[in-house]
């Protein structure tokens, strides 16, 4: 109930924005509480913001602590946040919190997403009760971009939008990885901040987030015993866990485990990581284009397919084989369990083009790209 005012007074207040005239010039960028401007909005911007004939706003949820030259930086609720995405040309998401609010007929409302690829199942996929709102929802969208021509029926079903408006047009956070001197940049950059890890061979574990995670969250990888066995081999543990999850009862040591959960850049760790381990998250995807390990600590997996679900049938999907418990993660990294060539396989189904160069794609789509800037 509380919800649907808030809502209904945030239409109302749209609408009476909506006098003002739309400003062909104006670029919003919509935040939930996700990213940050450290993913594809913010690749995004970087390329559009030399652009000085536009004006750049950002719209988040809550207003974080992001800082750019040339980008005005609201929260949702403050009024002028919703003054420009009312008054915008432009506007650019990388989820669907906003989609709420009305769109005016020549604006162009472009939906990034945050995950790339196709792996658990979301939106009307898991809500089969709830087509018409999906179709409610997702209708301001105009343009929905996707990293393959083989995820867009997927895309098509869990937006229950028109399949024209999903477009292989790629995911632009991930163009970073294909790129080796922008990873050269990176690697020098962090281990400027962390010279300790500089010639450690980085693991780095990000599970997804579960339901229950929220209320009783218990990591499930032994830190102790991945010590005992590994430190001595030169490696160092990353963590990087859900914002949602409170931490407390970690523990890190600052010598083999870190946690790494508030580094704003999750592409930065991806690309200074040897090895990545995970379950579901679609975080694979991008790590998977550098050709780099993958190992799946899956050890709830029947109980997660029941409860979730899959568009694949995940044990044939992933590029690995499952470990069930730490023992098994470590001895895979010991006797390094890994096929590259898989994972390279994987990438480019779930990349293709594979080629970086998708911010360049989407920006044309929109007509704003310009060869000389």
């Not at 079903?157 to 632009?172: H, R, S, T």
């Not at 409860?307 to 049938?313: A, E, K, L, Q, T």
Request: charged letters at 30%.
């Amino acid at each position: 109930m509380i919800r649907n005012i808030i809502k209904f007074i945030f239409k109302t207040l749209f609408m009476f924005f909506t006098l003002n005239k739309l400003n062909n010039k104006k670029i919003v960028f919509i935040e939930g509480t996700r990213e940050k401007m450290s993913g594809n909005c913010g690749a995004v911007f970087k390329k559009l913001q030399n652009y000085k004939e536009y004006s750049f706003i950002l719209v988040e949820f809550y207003k974080s602590n992001v800082k750019y030259p040339n980008l005005k930086h609201y929260s949702f609720f403050d009024l002028r946040g919703l003054f420009h995405i009312a008054t915008a040309k432009y506007l650019i998401a990388n989820e669907g919190f906003f989609n709420f609010l009305p769109k005016r007929y020549s604006q162009l409302n472009i939906q990034l997403w945050h995950g790339a690829g196709a792996f658990k199942k979301f939106g009307y996929s898991i809500e089969l009760e709830k087509k018409d709102y999906h179709i409610k929802k997702n209708k301001v969208i105009d343009i929905l971009s996707v990293s393959s021509d083989k995820v867009i029926d997927v895309y098509t079903e869990a937006f229950q939008i028109d399949k024209l408006k999903v477009k292989n047009l790629g995911m632009p956070r991930a163009d970073i990885f294909f790129k080796e001197d922008e990873k050269l940049k990176v690697k020098e950059r962090f281990f400027n901040e962390y010279p300790e890890l500089k010639n450690k061979k980085i693991i780095m574990y990000a599970p997804t987030f579960r339901d229950n995670d929220k209320g009783d969250f218990k990591l499930k990888l032994d830190i102790e015993l991945m010590k005992e066995k590994l430190e001595k081999l030169g490696y160092v543990l990353f963590l990087r866990l859900h914002p949602n999850i409170k931490k407390d009862d970690i523990s890190v040591d600052n010598i083999f485990s870190y946690d790494f959960s508030k580094y704003e850049q999750v592409s930065d760790l991806l690309i200074v990581s040897d090895i990545l381990i995970s379950d579901y998250s679609s975080i694979i995807f991008e790590f998977s284009i550098m050709k780099k390990p993958i190992l799946f600590y899956s050890y709830d997996v029947e109980e997660y397919i029941k409860d979730r679900g899959f568009y694949y049938n995940y044990y044939e999907f992933i590029p690995n084989k499952i470990n069930y418990t730490t023992e098994e993660v470590i001895n895979s990294i010991i006797n390094k369990d890994w096929d590259l060539e898989r994972i390279e396989k994987f990438a480019r189904y779930f990349f293709n083009p594979f080629d970086g160069n998708s911010t360049e794609r989407v920006l044309k789509e929109i007509g704003l790209w310009e060869e000389e800037k």
